[in-house]
């Protein structure tokens, strides 16, 4: 079946770029997603990008997509201490009635 | 406002006692999805709608069961609960042809002790 992994852990200082990466198995995905999930909350969707598309920028948020080697990552630029939660990156294909499929997860502490 | 409500938020359960769980979307959306959140584990499929009347099994359906009467509502339930169940549930809906409409529900904590 298919596969998402991530890191599990990614220590920066506030003020620095953050970059964190996912690996996915499935060579039909359509959508990859990244999604952020603070302490005791829901999950909260960041950003998606599909298939066909190398990069998409969303003010701080960077998505970089390289389907050869199946590799997904999410750039948080000037990253701040409101940035500290868990990131999931997840993947879908039309073909599976829209499943998505999760990362474990990148728990992302901002330090001062 | 819009958007898929999940009850109970929390929930504490003895072993064997048996429960359901309800969520509801406002949003006429096709696509239900019930996920459970383990630590380290990210978020695994239990079972999954794609419409009213219809139910699939997803990657941990075992011990649990779901069902789909009415489009808004999307019921998981657990006839008898085991410590391995122990996780925060979440519910999740979207529209069909809209890739990035998924909406999750704020989740619902259960205990089994």
């Known amino acids: 079946g298919e596969d998402v992994e991530q890191s599990l852990f990614l220590s920066v200082r506030e003020g620095d770029s953050s970059v964190i990466n996912c690996t996915y198995t499935?060579?039909?995905?359509?959508?990859l997603y990244w999604y952020k999930q603070e302490p005791g909350a829901g999950l909260q969707l960041l950003t998606y990008?599909?298939?066909?598309?190398d990069m998409k920028q969303d003010q701080r948020l960077t998505v970089l997509l390289n389907k050869k080697d199946k590799h997904l990552s999410l750039r948080i630029a000037d990253t701040q201490t409101g940035d500290s939660a868990i990131y999931f990156c997840a993947e879908t294909n039309t073909g599976t009635a829209s499943k998505l499929t999760f990362g474990t997860g990148t728990r992302l502490q901002v330090t001062l | 406002n819009a958007g898929v409500t999940q009850t109970p938020k929390f929930r504490v359960l003895k072993t064997g006692q048996s429960m359901t769980l309800l969520c509801a979307q406002d949003?006429?959306?096709?696509?239900m999805y019930w996920y459970r959140q383990d630590p380290g584990m990210g978020l695994r499929l239990i079972h999954y709608?794609?419409?009213?009347?219809?139910?699939a099994k997803g990657e941990v359906p075992d011990g649990y069961n779901v069902s789909r009467l009415k489009k808004q509502n999307f019921l998981l339930g657990l006839e008898s609960a085991a410590p391995s169940q122990t996780s925060v549930y979440f519910c999740a809906s979207r529209s069909q042809g809209n890739a990035g409409g998924y909406t999750f529900g704020s989740g619902t904590r259960l205990t089994v002790v």
């Open positions: 949003m006429n959306h096709e696509y």
């Open positions: 499935d060579s039909s995905s359509t959508y």
């Open positions: 709608s794609v419409g009213e009347g219809t139910t």
């Open positions: 990008i599909f298939s066909n598309m």
